[in-house]
């Protein structure tokens, strides 16, 4: 299924980077996210204190999961504006 099993040396921002596809400048907002979705997988729930061997499952809306790097995931607060093409 999808989700990702800890490491021992990860860090949160590399396996939002890395396994989840999320772009840089959404990582504050999916940090917070991740941890109320997978408390079980931090000591206290701290970001910071990820647990060797827990399955961190991606929230609702961070699918696909080894998303493109290409087309990273829009950030949040700041939807993509639609483009327009006029003239044939």
Do not use: C
């Amino acid at each position: 299924g999808t989700g990702y099993t800890v490491q021992r040396g990860d860090t949160l921002n590399r396996v939002l980077l890395r396994q989840f596809g999320v772009a840089p400048q959404a990582l504050k907002v999916w940090r917070a996210q991740v941890v109320a979705h997978n408390p079980s997988a931090f000591k206290g729930r701290n970001p910071n204190q990820l647990i060797p061997g827990r399955r961190l499952q991606a929230p609702p809306g961070m699918a696909p999961l080894h998303a493109n790097p290409a087309t990273p995931l829009p950030t949040p607060e700041r939807p993509r504006a639609a483009i327009y093409y006029y003239g044939h």
